[in-house]
């Protein structure tokens, strides 16, 4: 009975948190700072052309739901050729994540890629730093991830160009489900007038 309490306390805690976050983004973050310069299907969509286009020489890859699946290692061939496609153009790509855990490592290496753990995204201190290291300006670069509140959040608080993709999968670590899509949820209309959420064409 006192676990079947402390799980109820536990879920009424989380819907609180959720009201919350949802009430506070609808004054603490404006709309345009949420809001994509281009939005693609999938990582694979994204049309190289353009990115160069709009100046962009530097791409800062989220790895969660953009390139892999949550909490695993796997890349598919599309995403592979796509990156290697990137790089033969001169592009240098880098994966910009929140996680810390080798497995960053290990999927940066297969994507020949460096890599910002920790990143602190939607803070942009570390990859402020990266780009001055690599002689890079932010409009430059582009911030391609499959969240608002983290990834394009970043990516306009910095003037890169921001890349939203869907995530590949719905599965996501609890936080991001209660906190990041809560918060989504909540501003989507004003973000995107007259689109569904999540209904991106190939690439717009």
Same mark, same amino acid.
């Given at each position: 009975?006192?676990?079947?309490?402390?799980?109820?306390?536990?879920?009424?805690?989380?819907?609180?948190?959720?009201?919350?976050?949802?009430?506070?983004?609808?004054?603490?973050?404006?709309?345009?700072?949420?809001?994509?310069?281009?939005?693609?299907?999938?990582?694979?969509?994204?049309?190289?052309?353009?990115?160069?286009?709009?100046?962009?020489?530097?791409?800062?890859?989220?790895?969660?739901?953009?390139?892999?699946?949550?909490?695993?290692?796997?890349?598919?061939?599309?995403?592979?050729?796509?990156?290697?496609?990137?790089?033969?153009?001169?592009?240098?790509?880098?994966?910009?994540?929140?996680?810390?855990?080798?497995?960053?490592?290990?999927?940066?290496?297969?994507?020949?890629?460096?890599?910002?753990?920790?990143?602190?995204?939607?803070?942009?201190?570390?990859?402020?730093?990266?780009?001055?290291?690599?002689?890079?300006?932010?409009?430059?670069?582009?911030?391609?991830?499959?969240?608002?509140? *983290?990834?394009?959040?970043?990516?306009? /608080?910095?003037? =890169? %160009?921001?890349?939203? +993709?869907? &995530?590949?999968? @719905? $599965?996501?670590?609890?936080? *991001?489900?209660?906190?990041?899509?809560? /918060?989504?949820? =909540? %501003?989507?209309?004003? +973000?995107? &007038?007259?689109? @569904? $959420?999540?209904?991106?064409?190939?690439?717009?």
């Amino acid at each position: 009975m006192r676990e079947d309490g402390a799980a109820v306390i536990i879920m009424q805690m989380k819907l609180l948190l959720k009201r919350r976050r949802a009430a506070e983004v609808k004054t603490a973050v404006k709309p345009e700072m949420l809001r994509p310069a281009i939005t693609a299907k999938e990582l694979a969509a994204i049309d190289i052309d353009k990115l160069q286009g709009l100046g962009v020489c530097c791409i800062l890859l989220d790895i969660d739901n953009t390139v892999s699946p949550w909490g695993e290692e796997t890349v598919t061939e599309a995403t592979l050729r796509w990156v290697s496609d990137a790089a033969k153009r001169g592009i240098r790509v880098t994966i910009a994540t929140n996680g810390k855990k080798a497995r960053v490592d290990r999927i940066a290496e297969l994507l020949g890629a460096d890599s910002i753990k920790s990143a602190g995204k939607p803070g942009i201190k570390k990859i402020s730093r990266y780009l001055s290291e690599c002689g890079i300006a932010p409009e430059n670069c582009a911030v391609i991830g499959d969240q608002l509140f *983290t990834d394009m959040l970043a990516a306009n /608080r910095i003037g =890169a %160009v921001g890349v939203l +993709v869907e &995530p590949i999968c @719905k $599965r996501e670590w609890w936080a *991001t489900k209660v906190f990041n899509r809560t /918060r989504e949820r =909540a %501003v989507w209309k004003k +973000v995107f &007038p007259g689109k @569904k $959420r999540r209904s991106f064409s190939k690439c717009d």
